[in-house]
């Protein structure tokens, strides 16, 4: 299993433009979510999704949209990107009920996003 | 929310146990403790996690007081690879999945 998998690695923007961060996961996981993590500080999420078709929003959620159209994808879009978005973001993914041994959360390497 | 108190960092020697303090208070009775841990640029990765009784895996120990106002994350013989930032998490009934992040404890680990 390649586990959670996230792509780009690395990205700069200018203020203004849009991009979307992918992350897939090939362990069919029902719940996805996606974090930023500011220096210094702890993980906020985002937005998050508890099956395909269905998203949510987390504690910080204005600036992104999310969809999710198959169990594996979670895209995270940038709308028109701000120097407040400057970020490492890191998505995760786990099963739905954790409970009965599945109580572990997958989290990606992370995509460290320069806004200028 | 619950909400859960760490130090800012401890050190340790390699080799020796380290034990890791968690307050946390305000926890309700069916909140579970998780702990995660984040090494240098690479996202979080799940350490253990405990309702009331004491947990032991292959990669540490949890222990949990009785009145589940604390708990300590145990490390029984530290390596310089287990340098890192340590969160102390409750995951809250009806909060679904979501973790809540705080600043951690760093832990550095010396020769």
């Known amino acids: 299993n390649a586990g959670v998998t996230q792509t780009p690695k690395f990205q700069v923007l200018k203020t203004g433009q849009s991009m979307t961060l992918q992350c897939a996961q090939d362990?069919?996981?029902?719940?996805m979510s996606w974090y930023r993590q500011d220096p210094g500080m702890g993980l906020r999420l985002i937005h998050y999704s508890v099956g395909a078709g269905i998203t949510d929003q987390g504690e910080v959620p204005n600036g992104y949209n999310v969809s999710r159209s198959t169990t594996e994808d979670f895209p995270l879009r940038l709308l028109s990107a701000a120097p407040s978005q400057t970020s490492v973001y890191f998505c995760a993914s786990s099963y739905r009920r954790l409970a009965g041994g599945r109580d572990e959360q997958f989290f990606g390497p992370g995509t460290r996003l320069t806004v200028l | 929310d619950a909400k859960t108190t760490q130090p800012n960092s401890m050190e340790s020697n390699e080799e020796e146990p380290v034990h890791l303090p968690c307050n946390h208070s305000t926890i309700s009775g069916t909140d579970y403790i998780h702990w995660y841990r984040q090494l240098p640029s690479q996202g979080p990765e799940y350490v253990i996690h405990g309702l009331t009784s004491n947990v032991n895996n292959r990669m540490a120990s949890l222990a949990i007081a009785e009145d589940r106002k604390s708990s300590t994350l145990i490390l029984h013989r530290a390596t310089l690879r287990d340098a890192a930032v340590y969160y102390c998490?409750?995951?809250?009934?009806?909060?679904?999945?979501?973790?809540?992040f705080g600043t951690g404890t760093q832990l550095k680990v010396e020769l």
């Open positions: 362990m069919n996981h029902e719940y």
């Open positions: 998490i409750l995951r809250v009934t009806g909060g679904g999945n979501k973790l809540t």
